[in-house]
C-alpha cells in the first residue's frame, strides 16, 4: 500500500488517547470467539457484548455515564451468549441484538438510559436455525433489519410488523460478514467459503460473486460509500493480513491489493463515505492504520498511524451527525478492550474556530427516505442527508409502533445457582436430548414407509 503522502485535507488527523476516568471501565464484556466488533454506538449509546453465567446480556450506555461501571443494569432475555447488535439508524431508542440462542430480537432503550435489567424484548424473531451472528439496520428504509446466521442464510425483517419478508440462499459456509452498499437497494457478504457475494435483496438473486481472499482465517467487507466499490479485508494463503478494493461493476478482480503485514489478528475495516478515509484495525493489535481512498492509480494513500501499547479486541464508530465539529472531530472510535471501553477522537488540526465546511460534507441523517413497505415493494432512494454546520441536533424520541405480538414471557427457566443443580440441569438436557433423537429417529422412519407406500400407489 502506497506510503506516498499527497496533498490531503486529512493529512495531520490524528487520534488520540481518552483518560480512564472518561472510559467505560470494569465492565465483564464478552470473550466469545466468534469474530464480531463487540461495541456500537449512535448518538446517544453505546452497546457492549457482556460475558454473562447462564445466559446472554448486553448493555446500553449512555455516553456520559464513564468511569467505573460495576453491575451496571442489562438487556438479558437471550439464553444464550449475545454475538452482534445494531442500533436502529432512525430512533436511537431502538437496538436489535443477535445470540446463539437462534434468536433475534428487538428492544426499547428507556430515555435516558436502563434503570434495571430487561429480560422481555419488543419482539423475538426465532426463525434461525442456528446461532445468529451478524444484526444490520438497514440504511434508508426504516424498520427494515438484515440477520446472518450459521444455518448459511440472511433474513430480512419489518420489525414494525414483526415479520420476516425475504431469506437469501446460497452461502454454503458460515457468513463472516454483511454490509449494505448507500441506498440499501444491494447488500455485500464475505463468506467462509472465501467468497464475496453481492445480492440483489428484493430478488434473492447474486448478481456478482468473485473468489475473495484464500487463506483459512476470517474475512470481512464494507461498502464504501458511495463509489459503487467494496473494500474487504482478509489473509493469502500464506497468512499475509491483506486489502483488496474491488468495484462491484465487475468482480472478477481486485482493482486494488495490498499486503499490510503478517500479523496474526482479523482486520476490522470501516469506510467514512463522506471523507473517504479507510480506518484499518487489528484485532489483538494496538494499532488502528488509516488511509484515504482516491480514485486513480494509487487508489489508497497512507495517512497515519493511532499507536497503542492496549491490544483491541473490537472496534465501533460513532455516526457521523453525532461528532464534535466546533473541535474539528471526523471520526470517533470506540476500541473494546478485556475490561473497558476508550473513545477515541481523530480530530484534524485547525486554528479557526469557524464551521469547516471542507472537513465536513453533508451526510446522512436521522429521517428515513422509505418505509419498510415501500422497500420491500422494490422502491430505492438514497439517505437524507444534512448539515452538520449547527453541531450535533439530537433526534426527539420517537415513539415505536410494532404489529407483533408482545413476547410471552418464559415460564420455568432458572438459573443453576451450585454444582447440584448445574449437574442435575445437565442430566436433564441430556436425557431430553436423547427423546429428542428417539423421536425424530422414528419420525424420519415413518416418513421413509410413507414415502415407500405412496410410490406403490403411483405404480
Request: proline fraction near 5%.
Amino acid at each position: 500500500m502506497s506510503k506516498f503522502v499527497r496533498a490531503s485535507k486529512y493529512r495531520h488527523a490524528y487520534g488520540s488517547n481518552t483518560k480512564k476516568d472518561q472510559c467505560y471501565d470494569s465492565l465483564k464484556i464478552s470473550r466469545n470467539a466468534w469474530d464480531t466488533n463487540l461495541v456500537k454506538a449512535n448518538p446517544l449509546f453505546i452497546s457492549v457484548n457482556l460475558e454473562a453465567g447462564g445466559g446472554g446480556a448486553f448493555a446500553v450506555i449512555p455516553h456520559a455515564t464513564v468511569g467505573k461501571l460495576d453491575n451496571i443494569p442489562v438487556f438479558n432475555g437471550h439464553s444464550a451468549a449475545v454475538l452482534d447488535t445494531d442500533f436502529n439508524p432512525f430512533n436511537d431508542h431502538i437496538i436489535a441484538s443477535a445470540a446463539e440462542d437462534c434468536k433475534v430480537m428487538v428492544w426499547k432503550i428507556p430515555e435516558g438510559g436502563l434503570t434495571e435489567n430487561v429480560s422481555t424484548p419488543l419482539i423475538t424473531f426465532g426463525q434461525h436455525g442456528r446461532k445468529v451472528g451478524h444484526v444490520l439496520f438497514h440504511p434508508t428504509a426504516d424498520n427494515v433489519l438484515a440477520s446472518a446466521s450459521a444455518d448459511f442464510t440472511i433474513k430480512l425483517w419489518d420489525i414494525s410488523k414483526g415479520a420476516e419478508k425475504i431469506e437469501l440462499t446460497g452461502h454454503g459456509e458460515i457468513i463472516q460478514s454483511i454490509t449494505w452498499n448507500y441506498d440499501g437497494s444491494l447488500l455485500a457478504t464475505a463468506c467462509k467459503d472465501k467468497k464475496i457475494r453481492v445480492y440483489d435483496v428484493r430478488t434473492n438473486k447474486v448478481v456478482q460473486e468473485t473468489n475473495g481472499h484464500q487463506g483459512v482465517k476470517g474475512s470481512r467487507v464494507v461498502w464504501m460509500g458511495n463509489s459503487g466499490k467494496l473494500t474487504s479485508t482478509g489473509f493469502s494463503r500464506s497468512s499475509d493480513r491483506q486489502v483488496f478494493v474491488w468495484d462491484t461493476a465487475n468482480l472478477a478482480e481486485p482493482i486494488k491489493q495490498e499486503n499490510i503485514d503478517t500479523a496474526s489478528g482479523m482486520l476490522m475495516p470501516y469506510f467514512d463515505g463522506d471523507t473517504n478515509i479507510l480506518f484499518l484495525a487489528g484485532k489483538g493489535d494496538g494499532n488502528i492504520r488509516y488511509y484515504e481512498w482516491a480514485d486513480d492509480e494509487k487508489g489508497l494513500y497512507y495517512l497515519s498511524e493511532y499507536k497503542s501499547a492496549d491490544p483491541q479486541r473490537g472496534l465501533g464508530f460513532l455516526p457521523k451527525r453525532a461528532l464534535n465539529v466546533a473541535e474539528c472531530e471526523v471520526a470517533r472510535a470506540y476500541k473494546v478492550h478485556t475490561t473497558m471501553v476508550e473513545p477515541i477522537p481523530f480530530k484534524v488540526p485547525r486554528k479557526s474556530d469557524q464551521f469547516q465546511a471542507d472537513l465536513f460534507p453533508e451526510t446522512p441523517g436521522a429521517e428515513p427516505s422509505l418505509t419498510a413497505d415501500e422497500f420491500f415493494a422494490g422502491k430505492t432512494a438514497p439517505p437524507k442527508l444534512i448539515s452538520l454546520e449547527h453541531g450535533f441536533q439530537p433526534i426527539a424520541i420517537k415513539e415505536f409502533v410494532t404489529s407483533a405480538p408482545a413476547p410471552a414471557p418464559e415460564q420455568g427457566i432458572r438459573t443453576p445457582q451450585n454444582e447440584r443443580e448445574y449437574h442435575e440441569a445437565y442430566n436433564h438436557l441430556r436425557r431430553e436430548n436423547e427423546e429428542l433423537k428417539n423421536s425424530l429417529a422414528s419420525k424420519e422412519a415413518r416418513i421413509r414407509q410413507l414415502e415407500a407406500q405412496l410410490s406403490g400407489l403411483k405404480v
